[in-house]
């Protein structure tokens, strides 16, 4: 695995109108002044972006434009490959996203160069500029201990607080049948997630000088790249780390992530990325980074309130295919594949059209009480909420909370204990699948 080129690229924009008072180098510490109007926090990192040799989004002339049916909900997205078929594009469908170049904070104090995509941003004029989802509840973050602070470098990069480490092989033993027979593979008997998040490190972070929270997921740094960026050959397991991969461009300011499969209001293709979660089984399972820090965000198990959002897996959905064009689901079947190439397709309440959405999602896990032959797939709160009073579903038996907490989506449900970070990038009609948009790929 070969080391990142550590070498920091000065921007030479007139629009960096600020002064540091340290240097990448310098443990003298000191405070920055920095910019606190969202649109200067905006150039700050559209100018990195065309600096590193990519494609900075212009919101009055975006370099793509969406139809209604391809429904994308990132409007700084570079290009999205929508074909689903595995055995022609073994990853599934992706996305291609602006990349940016940043600092971790390693445990000892030390800096390491980063890189790192934006999702959404609790600021509307910034999520605007930066062309991501306006994400008002993260803003409830702050002060809760799930957040990470950050700061500016002086050609304005941002530094982490925190840093991920990319090195550890992801593995996962199913577990075998439960007594009763209703549960197989899930929950793991043994799960070792494929990158590691220290203490520090969370997703929403916090910008400098400013009550704005950003949705910032680390892709890749020296110690190498995160699992849902597909190797081109058949996203094979032996290289997940591999800085080569063509679908990591520094050089371009861009990196292709897999995207999940998942239902919501009715509709399937709700295709999402996960990028970090605060439990280690979600994040071996699907392929995220296990970030305990995740663990503080408020409030847990509850909506409406918090910065986070229900959705509801199922442990022990359906894991054949019966021909109605529904697929399988569930937690069972995810568990059961080698490098997770069955999404669990989890059913999940609003979009990202909705000012209630944020991309932390807190699970609300069910599971069947009814023979597998007999279980629908779940693709709406709604039937779910119906199959809880009938008894087909029950609250899944492992939930760590025991009793429903309020909630306005369901008063049924108990919370796992798991929190995942689900940004959710489109939702295509059926006639869009099968296509591809932009520039789906590095070039």
Partial sequence: MKKLNLKL??????????????????????????????????????NSIEADGGIPYNVDNPALTFTNAQNVFLPSILGIDYRIDRSVVPAGPTARFPM???????????RREAYYVITEASDADLARDLGVIFAPR??????????????????????????????????LVPAGASEDGRLFGFPPAQVNPGAIADDNWSSYVVLPDTDIVINAQLVANSTGIHDRIPHPDGNGPEQEDDLNNPNFAPDQASVVMQLLDGWQGGRKYYFHIVTDTSDPGP?????GVYAPRLNNLPTFGL???GSMLPFSPTANGRTFDNGDGFGVQGLNSASLSDRQVQDPTNTFPIDPSDPSYAPMWDAHITEFTVPEAERPILRSFEQIND???????IPFRGNANPDPLENSLSNLLTATGAIINCPVITQPDDSVIGTQIGLPRNQ
Avoid: Y
């Fill in 303 to 305: 909506f409406p309130g």
């Fill in 100 to 110: 940016f170049q940043g600092w971790e904070t390693l445990p000892n104090g030390d």
């Fill in 283 to 287: 994040a071996t399972i699907e392929l």
């Fill in 138 to 171: 993260m803003a409830n973050s702050i002060g809760s201990g799930g957040e990470q602070n950050s700061e500016w470098t002086e050609d304005g990069r941002l530094i982490f607080e925190g840093s991920v480490d990319f090195s550890p092989s992801r593995s």
């Fill in 387 to 393: 199959l809880l009073e009938q008894g087909i579903l």
């Fill in 9 to 46: 690229t000065m921007l030479l924009s007139l629009s960096l109108l600020f002064i540091a008072c340290s240097s990448d180098d310098d443990d003298n510490g000191g405070d920055q002044q920095i910019p606190n109007a969202p649109l200067s926090i905006a150039e700050n990192l559209l």
